[in-house]
């Protein structure tokens, strides 16, 4: 810009009449909200508002984290200087992850001498499979009956107490260990990368996991549930031997570059350091020891989108809502702010904090704005209708003898895949299970549901749902009456 050739300003002068102009236009914001409004000087005066780059370090850089994890297999050297690091590990080979108690001395002394619980779960860093990790879930178990997605190989452990993996989380596992005793514990990763990859034109890549590290301690009531500290790190898995060629690749790709273009890639480590992030946010916790989560289809959905941010959140709990719902860049930003504090913005604050996408998104997600639904249909299984009526007609009862149970289903895309996911998500089944959807058509006839047929089904259209076994595997055709 032509004024900052003329004028010789330093960064500082800068920096600061920028500050002046910003609390001189903004003077008048949120005053209509009375004596608990914000400042928006306050706001704007916090680091992330002094400099552009987005690539800022986080302020918990220059602390000493309570504890760190190590996974022991080496980072790709294909990965350029500002991005995540990225792991290649083998299906089913132990790879040993080392707990290290990371306090300075004093710190934390509630902990001294006593236990702390780590939950380890492999989780997709895809947020798109993220959103339907049940429904994938589910379909891995369908096609790997009794095998799991992570496991402990306990014998090579060291230092860990009371190992557990729910029959029910398969990509979770759980133990007790002491921060004061060398502690290294060996994973197992039992499914690849591209077991959860559309295949497109002949070929697959590989979607990227994340293994994620909660630490917590124990309350009053001897119950594991204060979080202490997070990490994760990013991986891909090959089938054994796979990831060991792919490192060879990258290694040998780098080698033939020129030295300039070397420089924007970072160096392999021979370890891997998980990173501190925010808990994982799916977990309940129950009593005890028991790692209790929710496993139902409606309890995934309802975390995603049903999510509503509370005056009496509190400020980790606003943490975590931020992380749910995709504002993770800004979670720095309202370190600070409890769920009170952050329904008190208004929406021209928060697009001056977050800018005008990410503001009106947030903008939304805090008042609890749900957008219509393209398509709602209501379901009944006939099963239940017909023991029901059955039911009812044994009583006697002939005048309430139509009254049945319908559940809703809504769809946003209006094609067949959709439709399939909603229904096996209902019933609690893998899409896999469902072979085909007819429609019954006239003299009962059993018309093929495809995309186009869903666009012209009526709004709030109500089905009876009956089942077919399948003649050529073992799912069953759901047909629409």
């Given amino acids: 810009m032509a004024w900052a050739l003329k004028l010789p300003l330093t960064d500082e002068v800068i920096e600061s009449g920028l500050v002046q102009d910003f609390d001189a236009s903004l003077s008048g914001i949120g005053q209509e909200l009375g004596a608990g409004a914000y400042s928006m000087s306050d706001v704007l005066a916090l680091p992330i508002f002094k400099q552009e780059e987005s690539n800022l370090p986080p302020d918990s850089e220059n602390k000493i984290l309570p504890f760190q994890y190590v996974l022991c297999a080496a980072t790709s050297p294909a990965i350029k200087l500002h991005d995540e690091t990225l792991t290649y590990l083998n299906q089913g080979q132990s790879y040993e992850i080392r707990m290290l108690d990371n306090r300075k001395m004093g710190e934390l002394p509630e902990i001294t001498g006593k236990m702390v619980k780590s939950i380890i779960r492999v989780v997709f860093h895809d947020r798109r499979l993220q959103y339907t990790e049940h429904q994938q879930l589910e379909g891995w178990r369908w096609n790997r009956p009794g095998d799991r997605i992570l496991d402990l190989d ?91 060629r792919k490192q060879k690749t990258d290694r040998e790709k780098m080698e033939k570059r020129a030295p300039q273009e070397k420089e924007k890639y970072q160096p392999s480590y021979e370890t891997t350091i998980l990173t501190e992030c925010s808990p994982w946010p799916e977990v309940t916790y129950g009593s005890g020891h028991k790692h209790a989560a929710c496993s139902e289809p409606h309890c995934q959905f309802i ?43 208004t929406r021209e604050d928060v697009i001056q904090i977050c800018g005008p996408a990410d503001g009106i998104r947030l903008f939304n997600a805090l008042k609890g704005r749900v957008v219509r639904p393209r398509l709602t249909v209501y379901v009944c299984q006939e099963s239940q209708q017909a023991r029901e009526q059955q039911q009812k007609h044994e009583n006697g009862d002939t005048a309430s003898s139509t009254f049945f149970v319908y559940h809703a289903i809504y769809l946003e895309d209006l094609t067949a895949v959709e439709l399939t996911e909603k229904i096996a998500q209902l019933f609690n089944i893998s899409p896999r299970q469902i072979s085909q959807i007819f429609k019954q058509g006239p003299t009962g006839i059993h018309v093929l549901v ?27 055709h759901i047909i629409l009456k």
């Fill in 450 to 476: 495809s995309d186009e047929m869903i666009q012209n089904f009526q709004d709030e259209v109500c089905f009876v749902l009956d089942t077919m076994k399948a003649e050529t595997n073992d799912g069953y």
């Fill in 154 to 244: 306990i014998p090579m452990s060291v230092g860990m107490v009371d190992p557990r993996a729910n029959p029910t989380q398969l990509n979770t596992v759980e133990f007790l260990w002491d921060p004061s005793k060398r502690t290294s514990v060996f994973i197992q990763v039992h499914c690849i990368s591209t077991e959860f990859t559309m295949r497109k034109h002949g070929g697959e890549k590989g979607v990227p996991f994340r293994i994620q590290i909660d630490t917590f301690k124990e309350n009053d009531g001897e119950e594991y549930t204060e979080h202490q500290h997070s990490a994760s790190c990013q991986v891909k898995v090959f089938k054994p031997k796979g990831a060991d």
């Fill in 303 to 345: 975390k995603y989108y049903g999510d509503n941010l509370l005056p009496a959140a509190t400020p980790q709990d606003a943490q975590q809502w931020l992380h749910r719902n995709r504002f993770s860049p800004f979670c720095r930003l309202f370190t600070n702010f409890s769920g009170a504090d952050l329904l008190k913005l």
